[in-house]
C-alpha cells in the first residue's frame, strides 16, 4: 500500500509539470529512501552468564547484583563411635545338690550379679538412650534335668524406664527376645549390671538335683543404637570427607575473561552439636583451577578451637574469617576445597560431654561474589527475530544496517552481528574487524553507580551479498566482547552491575527503493 501511494505521488509531480498531449508515458520509475525496523532488544548482565550461572544470581536491596556459592558438610562420624558392637555375656548359677520335696510356691534359690561391659574405650560414659536395640535370652541346665520346673528372674538394675526411673524385669525359662527401645541405660565406666536369681517353680513331686548341677544363661544385646549418650567420650580423633564447592562462573562464563572483585566475601561458619571440646584441623583447605592453588587464610587460626553448647539438644556456632577473601576471589577459581580433622576432648582423661543421634557437626563454607570491579573480554550473546514484512530484496537498489544503543551498562562492547537461518546455521557476519565497535559504556560515579546511560548509532553499508544473506535469514545473532569503562587516562574503573541495569538494541534497515509502475 505504502508503494502505491508514493507511485501515485510521483504520478501527480510528472503530471503537474508535462502536458499529456504531447507525451505518452509508458512508465515510471521512483527510488525513495525507506527505513525498516528489523529486530531489537533489551541486554542485561545476566545475559553474560551462561544458563547454569545464572540460578546463582542474588541482588542486594540497593539492586546490585551478586554471585552466591555455598556448600555445607554434615558430619556424623563422631556420633558413630558410640553405638556398640553386638555383646554376648554367658553366666551359671550354682544349683543346690538335693532332692527337692512337692512345694505348693515357688522358691527363689540363689542369684548372682552380671556385669555387661559395653566395651567402649577410651570414653567413659554415664548413661545412654537406647534408640533401638533387642536383648536375646536363652537358658538350660546342666546336666540336663527334664523334670525340674524352673525360672530366672532377670533383673536389668541398670535398664530403666526413662519417665518412671523402674528397672527391666523378665522372668523366664527357655529362650525369648526383649525390645530395649526407649530405656534408658545407667553406665559406670561403659559398664551395667544385671541380677540374675534362679527360680525353683512349684512342683507336686519330689525332683533330685544331682551335684555340680547349674542353669546357664546366655544373654544377647543386639543392635544397640543410642538416641545419645552421655559421660566422657574420650580423647579422639575422626576425619572429615572432603568436599568442594564449585565457582562456576569462573569455569563457564567468565572463562576467558580476566576481572578484578572488590568487595568478594569468603568465609566458614562451624556449628557443632557435640557437647564436647573439640578442635577442627583443616588438611586441606584452597582454591584451585586447572595447574593451581592458592590456599586459603584464617581468622583464628587452623587449627580451630570449636565453642560447643551447654545443653542437649542445642548447637554453637564458630564464625571464622577468611582473610584473603580478595585474592581468593580474584585469583578465579573454578573451586574450593576443604578435608580435615576432627579431634574431641584433646588432651582431657574425664569430663561431662553429650551428644545425641542427631548430632553433627556443619562446616558451612561459602563465597558471595559481588558484580562490583573491572573486569575485560567478557564474552555476551543475544538473538533477534528478523521481520521484513511484506518487503522484498528485489525491490532493494542500496541498503545499509543502522544499529542503535541505549547503554546504561559501565561496558564498551565490540559487537558482531551473525546472519541466521531457521535453524539457526550461521550465513554470514555483519561487520568487518575496524567496525566492530558499536557500543560506548554508560558514565558512571566514583563509587562505581550509573550517571549517565550512553546512546550510540552507527551505519554499516551493505553490498549485494550482505542484502541477500540479509533476507535469507531468520535471526540475528549478537556476539560481544566487553569491558568495562575506562577513565580519561585509559586506566579501568571499578563499576557496579545493578539489576535493573540495561542495553537496549535495534537494528534496522536503510533501502534505496526501486518502484517501477506502467
Do not use: W
Not at 552468564?49 to 546463582?56: E, H, I, V
Not at 513331686?205 to 542353669?215: D, E
Amino acid at each position: 500500500m505504502r508503494h502505491r501511494i508514493l507511485v501515485f505521488i510521483g504520478l501527480l509531480v510528472l503530471g503537474s509539470c508535462i502536458d499529456s498531449q504531447d507525451y505518452n508515458i509508458d512508465t515510471v520509475t521512483i527510488t525513495p529512501t525507506m527505513a525498516f525496523p528489523l529486530a531489537g532488544g533489551e541486554l542485561s548482565v545476566t545475559s553474560i552468564l551462561s544458563d547454569k550461572d545464572t540460578k546463582f544470581i542474588k541482588v542486594y536491596p540497593d539492586g546490585l547484583l551478586y554471585l552466591q556459592y555455598a556448600d555445607t558438610l554434615y558430619s556424623s562420624d563422631i556420633r558413630k563411635l558410640f553405638d556398640p558392637a553386638d555383646r554376648v555375656s554367658n553366666a551359671s548359677i550354682n544349683m543346690p545338690a538335693a532332692t527337692i520335696p512337692p512345694n505348693a510356691n515357688d522358691v527363689r534359690v540363689d542369684s548372682i550379679v552380671q556385669s555387661i561391659d559395653l566395651n567402649l574405650n577410651p570414653s567413659k560414659l554415664t548413661e545412654m538412650g537406647i534408640k533401638s536395640g533387642t536383648l536375646n535370652y536363652s537358658m538350660s541346665t546342666s546336666p540336663v534335668l527334664p523334670n525340674l520346673s524352673y525360672a530366672v528372674n532377670m533383673v536389668l538394675t541398670d535398664v530403666v524406664d526413662p519417665v518412671t526411673s523402674v528397672p527391666m524385669n523378665i522372668t523366664a525359662s527357655g529362650s525369648g527376645t526383649k525390645s530395649l527401645q526407649n530405656y534408658k541405660i545407667k553406665l559406670t565406666d561403659n559398664k551395667f549390671n544385671i541380677r540374675l536369681v534362679f527360680i525353683l517353680k512349684k512342683h507336686s513331686s519330689s525332683v533330685a538335683i544331682p551335684s555340680n548341677s547349674k542353669v546357664n544363661i546366655q544373654l544377647s544385646f543386639v543392635g544397640l543404637v543410642s538416641s545419645y549418650v552421655k559421660g566422657f567420650l574420650g580423647d579422639r580423633t575422626v576425619n572429615l570427607a572432603p568436599s568442594s564447592v564449585d565457582l562456576t562462573a569462573f569455569s563457564s562464563s567468565l572463562k576467558k575473561s580476566t576481572a578484578v572483585f572488590v568487595q568478594p566475601i569468603v568465609k566458614l561458619d562451624i556449628r557443632s552439636d557435640y557437647g564436647v571440646p573439640s578442635e577442627l584441623n583443616f588438611i586441606n583447605l584452597q582454591a584451585t583451577k586447572t595447574g593451581a592453588t592458592l590456599p586459603m587464610q584464617l581468622s583464628p587460626a587452623n587449627p580451630i578451637t570449636l565453642n560447643y553448647p551447654a545443653l542437649i539438644g542445642n548447637s554453637a556456632s564458630t564464625p571464622i574469617t577468611v582473610t584473603n577473601a580478595n585474592a581468593l576471589i580474584n585469583f578465579l577459581p573454578t573451586q574450593m576445597s576443604y578435608s580435615g580433622t576432627v579431634r574431641i576432648n584433646k588432651g582431657l582423661s574425664s569430663g561431662n560431654n553429650f551428644l545425641s543421634d542427631n548430632s553433627k557437626l556443619r562446616i558451612a563454607l561459602s563465597a558471595e561474589v559481588p558484580l562490583y570491579g573491572h573486569a575485560a573480554n567478557m564474552i555476551m550473546g543475544d538473538t533477534l527475530n528478523i521481520d521484513f514484512g511484506n518487503v522484498s530484496e528485489s525491490n532493494i537498489s542500496t541498503a545499509s544496517m543502522k544499529v542503535t544503543a541505549l547503554n546504561q551498562l559501565p561496558l564498551d562492547a565490540y559487537l558482531q552481528i551473525f546472519f541466521a537461518d531457521k535453524n539457526y546455521k550461521i550465513l554470514d557476519s555483519l561487520l568487518s574487524t575496524n567496525q566492530t565497535y558499536l557500543v560506548k559504556g554508560s558514565s558512571v560515579s566514583g563509587s562505581g553507580d550509573l550517571l549517565t546511560a550512553t546512546t550510540t548509532a552507527s551505519s554499516v553499508e551493505l553490498n549485494t551479498t550482505k542484502v541477500n544473506k540479509l533476507f535469507s535469514s531468520s535471526y540475528l545473532i549478537v556476539k560481544s566482547r566487553l569491558n568495562t569503562v575506562k577513565d580519561a587516562n585509559g586506566l579501568a574503573l571499578n563499576v557496579k552491575f545493578k539489576s535493573d541495569y540495561k542495553l537496549k538494541l535495534n537494528v534496522g534497515l536503510n533501502a534505496k527503493m526501486k518502484l517501477t509502475t506502467k
